[in-house]
């Protein structure tokens, strides 16, 4: 595949790159093991005063970053600025925590001192996607360098001028030569590295196909691996909702990110009682959303990231159609330079259709009405995808069943699913594994090095010898 700048508004290619052969390839790898080496000595003070300007850089220049990823992949500019933000928001958390998140664990044992170290493991691979080209990015690099590991970056192909923005964010940071690297390869290139003995480990966020593929080399490699996939998300509506709000948060949570986000609502599952209101006034809310150029702040819907999508996108629509899906508006292509595709609201999707089990990244929502609260749940759990989950309810006895019965990494009560450095982001079922964000995040990708110490020979032996 190409590594180049395609902007999504026109179609027209703006820049290419090569990829790295495979002397630039050694010789980056190479740099990353010898950072580490360097880097994992580094005094937190050290690597939270960098960490704070990379932030301070994200904050100061959001607009110019905004726009970078607008001309790559088509968010609208108002949501790239604000990811720039959150992206600093992310370094400020891991700055401000990291040395408590990794301090030392005492543990009370026949020891005369024990205790959990944790410690950095080395170089990790990060394989990111397009969508969010720099937040995604940011929730692995701020911690894993807070926590002395170094990063080497493999960003989706179509987002090129982003990851090297990112390495140079870290670099005029003050970060050593090294310890952020953007590896401009092919996806022919990634198997290789991960099986490199200088890596330690890779984390991914993609599609399940792509998870997969990472997980399995990383598990012949014997090494760690976390996934962040795909997701089908459920929205969940009761008829003690806040129905005005739960339709206007509803159309947020599916148009956000032009539909392209794994944790946007997509499957919208509305209690039978207030169904037809609440198809309405949604219907209404997806008419009413601007399509138009990116760069616009008036604008809510730009284009998708690139051909792909339109042609995958629309190929669900038409099938999921044929297999007896109504089209209450939108469901099809705009015909128009670049890749675009209307905003699109379905009912009566079939379960042999793909609306109903793939995951559809783009803005199309579908909508289905259940019985009751157990038929909700029924609903929402009869996907491959365990990401994130809403519902919408007032009544207590609701919002305990939904908290403890639906299939998912995230449950939100009232709001739509959102990422948040303060809590953990991941999921189950082909979701993927292992948890970002928090200190569950930063802690993914260390040793915890039991220490246990005698101070007289003879005493402090373990219970029981393994």
């Known amino acids: ?51 704070l300007e990379a932030a301070r850089i994200l904050e100061t220049e959001k607009e110019a970053f905004g726009r970078l990823m607008v001309t790559e992949m088509g968010k609208p500019i108002q949501a790239a600025i604000d990811e720039a933000a959150k992206s600093a928001l992310g370094c400020r958390y891991y700055a401000d ?45 701020a911690p894993a360098l807070m926590a002395g590991n170094v990063g080497l970056l493999k960003h989706a192909s179509n987002v090129p001028q982003c990851a090297l923005a990112i390495e140079d964010i870290f670099r005029r940071a003050g970060f050593a030569e090294g310890v952020f690297q953007t590896l401009l390869i092919e996806t022919e290139q990634v198997q290789g590295v991960i099986e490199d003995p200088r890596v330690a480990a890779v984390t991914l966020t993609g599609s399940t196909g792509a998870g997969s593929h990472v997980a399995s080399a990383a598990g012949k490699a014997i090494k760690k691996s976390v996934l962040e996939l795909g997701g089908s998300d459920p929205f969940i509506v009761m008829p003690s909702a806040d129905l005005d709000a739960a339709v206007r948060t509803a159309v947020k949570a599916r148009a956000i990110n032009n539909g ?20 309405r006034r949604y219907v209404e809310g997806f008419r009413a959303l601007e399509v138009g150029d990116p760069m616009d702040p008036k604008t809510d819907v730009g284009p998708l990231a690139n051909e792909n999508q339109v042609t995958t996108i629309a190929r669900q629509v038409e099938r999921s159609v044929a297999a007896g899906a109504r089209v209450l508006t939108g469901g099809k292509r705009i015909d128009r330079p670049g890749f675009w595709f209307e905003p699109t609201v379905l009912t009566g999707v079939t379960p042999d259709s793909p609306a109903y089990h793939d995951e559809v990244f783009g803005p199309v929502a579908t909508l289905f009405r259940a019985r009751d609260l157990d038929d909700a749940i029924r609903l929402a759990n009869d996907s491959p995808f365990g990401l994130g989950a809403a519902a919408w309810t007032n009544d207590p006895g609701e919002r305990r069943r939904f908290v403890e019965d639906l299939e998912a990494g995230m449950v939100f009560i009232n709001a739509m699913v959102a990422s948040d450095p303060r809590v953990p982001f991941g999921g189950v079922k082909q979701s993927g594994y292992g948890r970002e964000l928090c200190w569950h995040g930063i802690r993914e990708f260390v040793n915890a090095k039991t220490c246990w110490v005698v101070d007289t020979p003879g005493t402090g032996s373990v219970a029981r010898s393994e």
């Open 1 to 51: 595949m190409t590594i180049a700048t395609i902007n999504p508004a026109t179609g027209q290619t703006l820049r290419t790159f090569p990829a790295l052969d495979a002397a630039a390839l050694e010789s980056k790898l190479a740099c990353a093991e010898s950072a580490w080496k360097r880097h994992r000595r580094c005094a937190f003070a050290d690597r939270r005063r960098m960490m």
């Open 260 to 279: 392209q986000s794994c944790i946007a609502a997509k499957r919208f599952i509305v209690h039978g009682a207030i169904a037809d209101e609440f198809e």
């Open 97 to 141: 925590h990291a040395e408590r998140f990794l301090s030392d664990e005492v543990i009370e044992t026949s020891a005369s001192k024990s205790w959990v170290a944790y410690q950095p493991i080395g170089p990790v691979l990060a394989i990111m996607p397009w969508n969010f080209p720099f937040w995604q990015v940011f929730r692995f690099a």
